[in-house]
């Protein structure tokens, strides 16, 4: 695809999601109570967005892994919250 | 168009999915077995529920025309209680032989624990000593990318294991390329928030190329979209796929990979 094409089809969608994201940050600002490790991870999930590259996606993806290799010793319970606590 | 769902978990859905799969050309129908939204207390729970995915089901489904298979273990969800996995893995084989049982699956890991691992390798064992196929779910979110390197782990670690037999599901970005680089095929699952949206599935396409992976809608009873593969195909042909690519990894592509199980058979092909 060129690049006029994918603009084509994803811009608005893209945009969208921006402002999605923008109006979300907002939201935790103006909120009340302490933040918990989703919001750190978050914000530096977002430094990968301005990188150069084509690696965007899985730099973000890996920095709200869990990048410990070793098992844990018992499973902490069945769901996963999309961060990594620390 | 024609498209096989390699991964639903049809039990949790009503039959307007199955109506609606045919109609948008699904050809065949595939059944890992999952945790059922709460932990079974006793193997006799699984035995019944394996009983469901090779009797009900796909009675259920044929009165739409739709093939029915199925995979069977316990889901890495019920690992942590591995007195109860033990128990679960040794009713296992007296359903291997049943019509429509595929192989082993989905089995992994969640939480990434030890016990999690246990069981891994317990089934593991298993399809290895009946020949079975594989299929393995990795992790969710932040626990998918350690939990892929330690289920290769593994599978590497056990020379019983031919790596063309063995699908990991679930695949993102930052996994597919270790799936791939050890021999496996990979799983895309086509989730509204939480796996992969369409225009990151064929972005992965586009840039891991499409000989060994599938997509999947995973469809269960939580947020999930049963049409997820066609809707996906929509997005290859909006992107200038050919006809004949998006066949290829719809169709052509879950059967190369299901059709090393000689059960696996459409009725067109008699």
Redesign the interface.
Known sequence: MTRQQVLDLYFMDARCKLIEVAAFLDRVDRATGEADFRTVAFRDALRHLASEGTGRTAAVLRTLSDPTEQPVERAPGKGAVGAWPG | MRYIEPHGHMVSRTTDDYLDMVTAGCAAVCEPAF?AGFDRGSASGFRDYFGQLTEHEPRRAARYGLPHFCWLCINP?ES?DTRLAEDVIALIPEFLGRPTVLGIGEIGL????????RVLEMHVDLAARHDQLILVHT????????GT??ILDVLRADSRIRPERVLIDHV???TVRMVLDHGHWGGMTLYPI?KCTP??AV?ILD?YGSDRLWMNSACDWGESVPLAVPRTALEMR???WSAAAVDRVVYQNPVRFLSQCPKFRLPEEG
């Open positions: 945790w969800k942590e969640n939480k990434n624990s030890r016990n999690e691992l992790p969710h979110l932040e626990d998918k990318l350690k390197r330690l993102e970005e930052h939480s225009a990151r972005d840039v909006r992107r200038g």
